[in-house]
T-cell receptor, first 115, second 118 residues
Framework: GQNIDQPTEMTATEGAIVQINCTYQTSGFNGLFWYQQHAGEAPTFLSY????GLEEKGRFSSFLSRSKGYSYLLLKELQMKDSASYLC????????????????FGAGTRLAVHP | KAGVTQTPRYLIKTRGQQVTLSCSPISGHRSVSWYQQTPGQGLQFLFE???????NKGNFPGRFSGRQFSNSRSEMNVSTLELGDSALYLCASSLELGKAGGRTDTQYFGPGTRLTVL
């Protein structure tokens, strides 16, 4: 089966660094996405990894290790507005649907940033 | 460029009724995916359409159906509503959610339709 695990909740202090982990067991892995979702709003795209290594984008970085089925999202210089849910999503090739891709989402990690 | 739009934003229905939700993708995007989001289950994939064809389907009962029009706009329908269908229904569009992978597969989400079944 397809399984994606993330911590349910995390807390951090404004200005600090936080790392949100994501582990996955999927077949047909074809890339990993991170999304941010504020309460009552739509998820917004943060980052994408398909090869091993680190992708940096301003205060946000995402890392992938395909051999370990592991990714993390690193948020630096935390701000109050970073309080949100962070969704890890794995793109898999749906072998029984003509080989087309689909996204499988983890349940999300709710991050609370305190002053 | 306008984002993904969904209508209506909020909907209240009673058990047994049916509902139709609408999604207009970003201009130029041809792939539209639908998800159900609930506090307990997170984002669950419903189905994906490309060029008016359903290419992928999640594990939902046949009461959930959808279609896509030639202008890439999509609708999803839920018949014989149950209390458990109360959720946020999200639509996401991408240039191409195909086989090749890559950043063209990045999905952009609409604001969602909050469905409450009483």
């Amino acid at each position: 089966g397809q399984n994606i695990d993330q911590p349910t909740e995390m807390t951090a202090t404004e200005g600090a660094i936080v790392q949100i982990n994501c582990t996955y067991q999927t077949s047909g892995f074809n890339g990993l996405f991170w999304y941010q979702q504020h309460a009552g709003e739509a998820p917004t795209f943060l980052s994408y990894n398909v090869l091993d290594g680190l992708e940096e984008k301003g205060r946000f970085s995402s890392f992938l290790s395909r051999s370990k089925g592991y990714s993390y999202l690193l948020l630096k210089e935390l701000q109050m507005k970073d309080s949100a849910s962070y969704l890890c999503a794995v793109r898999v090739v749906a072998m029984f649907s003509g080989g087309y891709n689909k996204l499988i989402f983890g349940a999300g990690t709710r991050l609370a940033v305190h002053p | 460029k306008a984002g993904v739009t969904q209508t209506p934003r909020y909907l209240i229905k009673t058990r047994g009724q049916q509902v139709t939700l609408s999604c207009s993708p970003i201009s130029g995007h041809r792939s539209v995916s639908w998800y159900q989001q609930t506090p307990g289950q997170g984002l669950q994939f419903l189905f994906e359409y490309f060029s008016e064809t359903q290419r992928n389907k999640g594990n939902f009962p046949g009461r959930f159906s959808g279609r896509q029009f030639s202008n890439s706009r999509s609708e999803m329908n839920v018949s014989t509503l149950e209390l458990g269908d109360s959720a946020l229904y999200l639509c996401a569009s991408s240039l191409e959610l195909g086989k090749a992978g890559g950043r063209t597969d990045t999905q952009y989400f609409g604001p969602g339709t909050r469905l409450t079944v009483l």
